[in-house]
């Protein structure tokens, strides 16, 4: 088996004036980081976690480098939080799959609340564990999963990347079959959806990565848009693997708008184009701001047109 379609969709929703979420864009390697901390140290936070991951060898990589790979950004955003005030406190939640197509199975690495689902035979089955309060209360009994989803405190995590010195992620493997989606998803979107509504955007989209994506954003935004939102989606079809340095499979980077992670070679099967969308939301604050001008401009107008017939 080997790596089908894939997608990118991220959006800045329609409460944030910026985008702190970056995505990994590096076939057979994947992530998505959602930054927290004041001003712009989100952003740099999500951004050295996904620059960790962009600067890795373009060797074959297994759970363990992984693992080194995941201490290594959380070091580096440690470090550089030590040592430049603004960003004190800085931390991320990372969210990373690489997909071992030899082997036929994903490995997982995840620190957060960003979360992996795959969907096999329809069913949406969340596949790594929040790292989060609300989730914890719910392991403990303290709330259901229905109260956790609306608990004021769901954006709490417990475990984030560079908020100490170490970290231990969640490394896990699990095997794959053909057919499989699997989505990466920043919690702007499953704060803002349902499981049950997340599933059946997929299925409205008949599986399709790209189209399931811009749906999903849609759907997040529709319900209200109160965080930054990102989706990863890859499908797992059946074919032989196709030899990591092959030439043929390197096309140039997707275009960013500097949410993502950027400038890295895109890799992907002959056959299945890449599709990468990005965009932000048109309605936002930005578009607030520019109606409100021209509004008080026709009011000034009005007022001069109004005084000038006085006038004379
Ligand atoms: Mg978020």
């Given amino acids: 088996m080997k790596l089908g379609r894939i997608a990118v969709v991220t959006d800045t929703g329609r409460r944030r004036l910026g985008n702190e979420d970056a995505y990994v864009w ?35 990589l297994d ?18 939080s030590l040592n430049d005030p603004a960003t004190a406190g800085m931390g991320t939640t990372f969210t990373v799959a690489l997909v071992d197509e030899e082997a036929g199975a994903v490995v997982f690495g995840h620190v957060g609340d960003s979360r992996a689902y795959r969907v096999r035979d329809g069913v ?23 109260e956790a989803e609306r ?36 919690d702007g979107l499953s704060d803002m959806l349902t499981e049950d509504q997340i599933a059946a955007a997929i299925e409205r989209t008949d599986g399709d990565p790209t189209a ?14 109160d965080d930054n939102i990102t989706v990863l989606l890859f499908e797992i079809v059946e074919g032989e693997p196709v030899p990591l340095a092959d030439e043929a499979r390197q096309t140039a980077a997707p275009e960013t708008d500097g949410a993502g992670a950027g400038e890295a070679p895109l890799a992907e099967a002959p056959e299945a184009e890449p599709v990468e969308k990005l965009r932000k939301h048109g309605a936002g604050p930005g578009g607030r701001i520019a109606a409100i001008l ?12 109004l005084y000038w017939g006085i006038a004379r």
């Fill in 26 to 60: 590096r076939p057979p390697l994947f992530a998505i980081a959602d930054g927290m901390g004041g001003a712009k140290a989100g952003e740099i936070a999500a951004g050295i976690a996904a620059d960790t991951l962009e600067g890795a060898d373009s060797r074959p």
């Fill in 63 to 80: 759970a363990d480098d992984l693992a080194t790979l995941i201490s290594e950004a959380n070091v580096r955003i440690w470090e550089r």
């Fill in 124 to 146: 949406l089955e969340q596949i790594t564990t929040d790292h989060s309060l609300v989730a914890e209360l719910v392991e403990s009994g303290v709330l259901t999963p229905e």
């Fill in 151 to 186: 608990h004021p405190q769901r954006s709490a995590i417990t475990r984030a990347l560079g908020t100490e010195p170490e970290v231990e992620p969640d490394v896990f493997t699990i095997e794959v079959a053909p057919g499989d989606l699997f989505l990466l998803c920043s």
């Fill in 212 to 225: 399931a994506g811009e749906e999903l954003v849609r759907k997040a935004n529709a319900e209200g848009g």
């Fill in 294 to 305: 021209f509004l008080l401009a026709v009011l000034v107008v009005a007022a001069l047109v």
